[in-house]
T-cell receptor, first 108, second 117 residues
């Protein structure tokens, strides 16, 4: 199963765009890339998922280069409420293995 | 959207007690559900895959006799921590998705905080 590597933590200020990059060098052909957000004492919440190129929804964008060995989650104009842990996961056949995640701290 | 519910959200009990945690898919059926454990300031660790109508599949290092999983129906899986001890105190989370033959993302419950005194 592909292992993911993310920065342990990041700081940002309100209103800024935040980009969190995840490395997954041994991603397989059938694997998808998924990002989750987790607040303390809550279950992870789905943010976005993609296979290649760019995916955008109402809360984030996901950029995946052609080799798919990395991906970047982009959060536009973050607010204090975006302070959370963000997990990048590679999966197929439903099994998820969580990496260490990135603790995003948004400051006023 | 799809909702996964867990009950209870918090339980405190004495050492040696067995504790049951329920995971329900509220608006969809799930033949497969997953159970995770999360210690403070750590990531989620997959414990087992719960299969409706058959035995659960446990990850390496997880004691199947300690963590009993029953997937009695297409909307309910239960995790029973038997003879719980303080080291079993943790945050337990379940997940499921609507279409297991697709790449639909997992929906997670809001977790159960287990504290063993």
């Amino acid at each position: 199963l592909a292992k993911t590597t993310q920065p342990i933590s990041m700081d940002s200020y309100e209103g800024q765009e935040v980009n969190i990059t995840c490395s997954h060098n041994n991603i397989a052909t059938n694997d998808y890339i998924t990002w989750y957000q987790q607040f303390p004492s809550q279950g992870p919440r789905f943010i976005i998922q993609g296979y290649k190129t760019k995916v955008t929804n109402e809360v984030a964008s996901l950029f995946i280069p052609a080799d798919r060995k990395s991906s970047t989650l982009s959060l536009p104009r973050v607010s204090l409420s975006d302070t959370a842990v963000y997990y990048c996961l590679i999966y197929n056949f439903n099994k998820f293995y969580f990496g260490s995640g990135t603790k995003l701290n948004v400051k006023p | 959207g799809a909702v996964v519910s867990q009950h209870p959200s918090w339980v405190i009990c004495k050492s040696g007690t067995s504790v049951k945690i329920e995971c329900r898919s509220l608006d969809f059926q799930a033949t497969t559900m997953f159970w995770y454990r999360q210690f403070p300031k750590q990531s989620l660790m997959l414990m087992a895959t719960s299969n409706e109508g058959s035995k659960a599949t446990y990850e390496q290092g997880v004691e199947k006799d300690k963590f009993l999983i029953n997937h009695a129906s297409l909307t309910l899986s239960t995790l029973t921590v038997t003879s719980a001890h303080p080291e079993d105190s943790s945050f337990y989370i379940c997940s499921a998705n609507e279409d297991e033959d697709s790449v639909q993302p997992q929906h997670f419950g809001d977790g159960t905080r287990l504290s063993i005194l």
